[in-house]
Structure formats: C-alpha cells, structure tokens
T-cell receptor
Framework: DAGVTQSPTHLIKTRGQQVTLRCSPI?????VSWYQQVLGQGPQFIFQYYEKEERGRGNFPDRFSARQFPNYSSELNVNALLLGDSALYLC?????????????FGNGTRLTVT | KQEVTQIPAALSVPEGENLVLNCSFTDSAIYNLQWFRQDPGKGLTSLLLIQSSQREQTSGRLNASLDKSSGRSTLYIAASQPGDSATYLCAVGETDSWGKLQFGAGTQVVVTP
C-alpha cells in the first residue's frame, strides 16, 4: 500500500505570493494533519481534519488555511508568503482521529520563500 | 502550555552500544506519546505509540517506557547499528487537543562503525 504522498516535493516562491500544498492520505485513513517543521526544530501543528471537518487549528495566522476533500485528500494554502514561512511542511494521516491511532507522515514539501 | 524537551540534542555512540533517549513533558494530562525517527530531509517514521494507560511498548530492538506522573518517557534501542543513525523525536498527544501532537526538538544520533 502507498504511504502518505505529498506534492510537490520542493517549491520556491517569492515573498507575497500564494502557495498550495497537496496531500493524499493512506488508503482508508480519514484524518489528515498538517505540520510545519523549521530546520533544527520539531514539527509544529497547523491543522487537523477528520471526515472533512476541521477538528483542530494551531497557533498560525489566518494566512494559513486548509481543506479536506470527499476522498480524504487535503490541501494546505498559504497566502502572502513571508520569508519565515520557509520550512518543511509535513502531512500526516491516521486511521482515526483523536489520537487513538498513530500518525503516519509523508516526506514533506520543502518550501523556500525568497 | 505543554512543553516537550529532549536531552541531549545530539549523541554519538559506537556500534553495538545500547542507546537511551530521553523525553520529558510538563503537563501529565496526555492521551498518548509517540516516538518517531526522521532521516535527513525526510518525513517522520512512527516507531512506537504508547497510550496513557500503558507503561511501555516494545518492537524488536526498540523499547519505550512512559511515566506520566514524572512526565518522562525513555526510548531504548538495543545493540545499535549504523543504520540507526537519525534524529529521534518524541511527541505527546494532549487529552483535550483531539489528536494534536506536541513535539520535542529531537535527539540527533550517530552510530559509528
């Protein structure tokens, strides 16, 4: 079975631009979470979706938004990019929400903002 | 606010030695604790998940313990191999956060042949 897949793998954007990152969960998984990982730090929680509804939001500005589609795939959108948004963006899926099953992460999208 | 700390930040051991990685957290109201491995430039691989009602989990050469009352978890890796070289992260799921994980910064491990 395929794991969590994310696209694109790398992305370079300019300050002020907008970006959309995509994630396909493991087949059968209904929960998708997004994390931001800055170099040298642990991942920081951005969003969690379960059954297409937002179930959690981290301490990120409104420039960050996300959604989950009927097939459980997900998109993360970031508007008005800042240099500080440069990071590895990780998507994770789990069979169930609420922390009752382990998270499985994709390889991430490396976003560079110049 | 939950804070997760991993000390040391980096560790180097010779092949064959047992690894002991530490994780501490400030709020004992956790739902579970998960250990991950991250290779350079890659995503995270789940190693072990310990529910709050459990005291330890084992998988092959890996054993993780959980002591909620003292806010600590320890990951043991027996008979380390060069392939174990990676960054190891622990993450806690809080009772009232519905699946959100709070991560530590990780311990970077190098196993020398």
């Amino acid at each position: 079975d395929a794991g969590v897949t994310q696209s694109p793998t790398h992305l370079i954007k300019t300050r002020g631009q907008q970006v959309t990152l995509r994630c396909s969960p493991i087949s059968g998984h209904k929960s998708v979470s997004w994390y931001q990982q800055v170099l040298g730090q642990g991942p920081q929680f951005i969003f969690q979706y379960y059954e297409k509804e937002e179930r959690g939001r981290g301490n990120f500005p409104d420039r960050f938004s996300a959604r989950q589609f009927p097939n459980y795939s997900s998109e993360l959108n970031v508007n008005a990019l800042l240099l500080g948004d440069s990071a590895l963006y990780l998507c994770a899926s789990s069979l169930l929400g609420g922390g009752s099953s382990p998270l499985h992460f994709g390889n991430g999208t490396r976003l560079t903002v110049t | 606010k939950q804070e997760v700390t991993q000390i040391p930040a980096a560790l180097s051991v010779p092949e064959g030695e047992n690894l002991v990685l530490n994780c501490s957290f400030t709020d004992s109201a956790i739902y579970n604790l998960q250990w991950f491995r991250q290779d350079p430039g890659k995503g995270l691989t789940s190693l072990l998940l310990i529910q709050s009602s459990q005291r330890e989990q084992t998988s092959g050469r890996l054993n993780a313990s959980l002591d909620k009352s003292s806010g600590r978890s320890t990951l043991y890796i027996a008979a380390s191999q060069p392939g174990d070289s990676a960054t190891y992260l622990c993450a806690v799921g809080e009772t009232d956060s519905w699946g959100k994980l709070q991560f530590g910064a990780g311990t970077q491990v190098v196993v020398t042949p």
